[in-house]
């Protein structure tokens, strides 16, 4: 575990362990937030990046990973996560329908397994469609026309997070003969693949961060599950490399998986720049068992008291032997004399203030099974680019994107207007836990509800033409009413896609 603010070093430390890792010939599953190690790192002879934005990106989809109904719900619970101590059944119903569709889809024959199938039947299917798709399955109940505001709020939350499965679109793009662009890739197959000796990385940038968080939660699952599938070996390092871990969804079983991953030859590092983040997203109870399976930890500095009194209470106290010399006098010289106390004191070994007022790239490492406590001065190595951090891939469109993409916006912002009160808020709650923050928030719903008014003029919201009139209306009244309200902030306009 690597704990510390931003820009105290984390990052130059994570650099050092990468060329070591590279040096070794071992593999490594690294989450790059910012692409910066994309750019330092990166050999296209030998390593995958996952990043849908980027032109590099491997083409990865659902059905890659997952070959059986238990495959499927576990790519369901990293995709749509479980936040707080609300009600679990709109997201378990959620996964439940992700799971059951995708896994539909593999074994009949009606559909193509591909991400525009996929969107196209969840969301822009009426729900007698959707209905048949998921019949006789454990799915067929959340979709019926007798509880159509239930379903309504549980396809609210799919569109939540399968937009991010949008981004996508166009990886399984095939040539004029009709074979792929790109070659599939398995992160399982990958994985357990003793002759890959390269690295994984799971890219994002500061734009398109919420847009992946999903993506990337889902990823991490898989490669995590892949190790744990594997035979147990005391000479494999696979290492995980998560910096900014907090950034992303919520993992499920990570607890479990850094317990057990031990023995496959996983290594998992994570990377914090607060304590309190890590409560945030896994809660009291969870983070402390997460921090307490992490051995070796490197403390950089912790700007407030409170979180540089947990890494202070973590690098443990000392005991220390204090003498005192004391003198008496009497009125005869005989009875003058000295005497010596000791007295045993228990004290931190780095004091919260210490831990404050570290400079830039130094820290205290604590290794297992020793009680030494290391101060470290790291060296500054100015790496440079091996290749571009990010090269921007042109999504496709076409008429059935867009009303999927349309749908999504749909079914996320408008429909919710159909629900009571009670129900719209647990939902927007869920929604506001997949940004990082209120204003990052408040700039996607306008610019969708930009995007979901020109094409309610447009009357082209659904495939489903009887459908197009009624939900225009719908759409022209809750903006007209929120305008009214002025309860948005106002900015440049723009498309849904730069």
Known sequence: ?????????????????????????????IYDKGCDFVSKFYEPHKDVILNPFDERCAAWDIWSDAKEAPDFESLAAA????????????????????????????????????IENLLHIILTS????LGEHLK??????????????????????????????????????????????????SITDWVQDE??????????????????????????????????????????????IIDEMPTLHKLPELTHIISEVRKFGGCY????????????????????????????????????KAMAAISSEDLGDQEIDISRENISYGA??????????????????????????????????????SMLITKLQLKYDRMSNLQPSFIKRSLPGGKAMESIDQALIFHELIALHELDETQRNRLLAIQQSTYENEEEQQQTRVRQKQTLAKASKKKNLTTNATQNQQIAEDTQNVLQREAEEASITQIEPGEMYD
């Open 1 to 29: 575990m690597i704990d510390g603010t931003t820009g105290a070093g984390k990052s130059v430390a994570i650099r050092k362990l990468l060329r070591w890792i590279r040096a070794r010939g071992d593999k490594a599953i």
């Open 79 to 114: 995709l749509i996560p479980q936040h707080g101590e609300g009600d679990p059944f709109w997201v378990d119903s959620a996964r439940t329908i992700f799971a059951a569709t995708t896994y539909q889809m593999m074994i009949d024959d009606k559909h193509e397994c591909t």
């Open 126 to 129: 009426e729900l007698s469609t």
């Open 136 to 185: 006789d399955t454990e799915a067929s109940s959340l979709v019926s026309k007798s509880i159509e505001k239930t379903a309504i709020s549980i396809k609210s939350v799919l569109a939540t997070y399968i937009k991010s499965l949008r981004y996508l679109h166009g990886l399984d793009e095939k040539d004029a003969q009709g074979h792929r662009k790109r070659a599939p890739f």
């Open 195 to 240: 002759s890959q000796q390269g690295f994984l990385f799971l890219s994002s940038n500061a734009r398109q961060h919420t847009a992946l968080r999903p993506l990337i939660s889902m990823w991490l699952a898989i490669a995590s599950n892949a190790i744990l599938g594997m035979e147990p070996d005391d000479d494999r390092r696979i290492w995980v």
């Open 269 to 304: 590092l994570l990377g914090l720049q607060s304590y309190a983040q890590l409560e945030t997203t896994y809660g009291r109870n969870a983070a402390r068992v997460i921090f307490d399976l992490l051995n070796t930890r490197f403390f950089f500095r912790a700007p407030s």
């Open 332 to 369: 005869n010289a005989l009875r003058d004399g000295v005497s010596l106390g000791h007295q045993n004191k228990t004290r931190p070994v780095v004091s919260p203030a210490e831990i404050q007022g570290l400079d830039d790239l130094e820290c205290y490492l604590r290794t297992p099974n």
